[in-house]
């Protein structure tokens, strides 16, 4: 795969990570905000925090995921890119990742990102992406999906501005 070009594009973006929960650990918010400020004024990356329902012994994991994602849904802004992080996603590498963000910068000032909390992402989230991509087979904590989410975007940032960072 060749590496993109961004000559003669739209290079403002707008790239929002929404997600679950809203007390990480501090090493996730210093990791996730190191990235966050590597990334050019260009390329804004946005955090929205949703809370977690409240896990008790007699609701369902169903009707917490459905909780949480209505709060994700009313987040949603027309006319951008949705991406849901599902562990069943598609899973891309970061040349790829690169390509689409080139792509979308072509076509769409805004992406937003869903990422689920404990149990994942509600049926609702899933069926409104526009994409859904998986990081890996493996589980990850919610929390270090940020973490990995912001360097995977400055990664291929790198890659699309041929920054020594991706070697």
């Known amino acids: 795969m060749s590496k993109p070009e ?38 804004q990356l946005v955090l929205s925090e949703i809370p977690v329902a409240h896990r008790g012994k007699s609701q369902s994991v169903e009707k917490l995921k459905e909780e949480e994602g209505k709060k994700m849904l009313e987040r949603i802004k027309s006319g951008g890119i949705v991406i849901a992080m599902d562990s069943r996603g598609s899973d891309w590498t970061t040349e790829k990742l690169a390509v689409r963000f080139t792509d979308w910068l072509q076509n769409a000032n805004q992406v ?29 904590p919610h929390f270090m999906v940020r973490l990995l989410l912001a360097e995977q975007i400055y990664r291929a940032w790198s890659v699309i501005n041929h920054h020594p960072y991706h070697k």
Request: proline share 4%; charged share 25%; glycine share 10%.
């Open 6 to 43: 961004s000559q003669g594009r739209l290079t403002q973006m707008q790239i929002e990570l929404i997600a679950a929960g809203t007390r990480e650990p501090t090493w996730v918010t210093e990791g996730y905000k190191e990235y966050q400020k590597r990334l050019p004024k260009e390329w």
């Open 112 to 140: 937003q990102l869903m990422v689920g909390g404990p149990d994942g992402l509600s049926k609702g989230c899933l069926q409104r992406a526009d994409l859904t991509w998986s990081l890996s087979r493996l589980t990850f």
